[in-house]
């Protein structure tokens, strides 16, 4: 069972910037795409930014240019870097691990809260 443990979110002001930071228990650089997903009540929870094993990035199009995921495999942690913060950005953010033997197999964090407000 792979852990994840992500670091703690906050309260920014709208134009202020924020790292997360998600920890795994597992040795990510064995091929783990690691992500980065927010929820927001009543909606689906949606896929933010995710960096694969050979370091290929992906964003969602409203953040492009604002955050940046990273990772480093010899800590087993992945970060995502979130400059010029907007309200709509407020979210649950949850850490991902996913890795492909036969099949998918996903895990989560648990979750933490960022509240972009003045």
């Known amino acids: 069972q792979v852990q994840l443990v992500e670091s703690e979110g906050g309260l920014v002001q709208p134009g202020g910037s924020l790292r997360l930071s998600c920890a795994a228990s597992?040795?990510?650089?064995?091929?783990?795409?690691m992500g980065w997903y927010r929820q927001t009540p009543g909606k689906e929870r949606e896929l933010v930014a995710k960096?694969?094993?050979?370091?290929?990035?992906y964003y969602k199009d409203s953040v492009k240019g604002r955050f940046t995921i990273s990772r480093d495999n010899a800590k087993n942690t992945v970060f995502l870097q979130m400059n010029t913060l907007k309200p709509e950005d407020t979210a649950v953010y949850y850490c991902?691990?996913?890795?492909?033997?036969?099949?998918?197999?996903?895990?989560w964090g648990q979750g933490t809260q960022v509240t972009v407000s003045s």
């Open positions: 960096i694969t094993s050979d370091g290929t990035t």
């Open positions: 597992v040795s990510i650089s064995s091929g783990y795409t």
């Open positions: 991902n691990a996913e890795i492909r033997i036969l099949r998918t197999f996903a895990y």
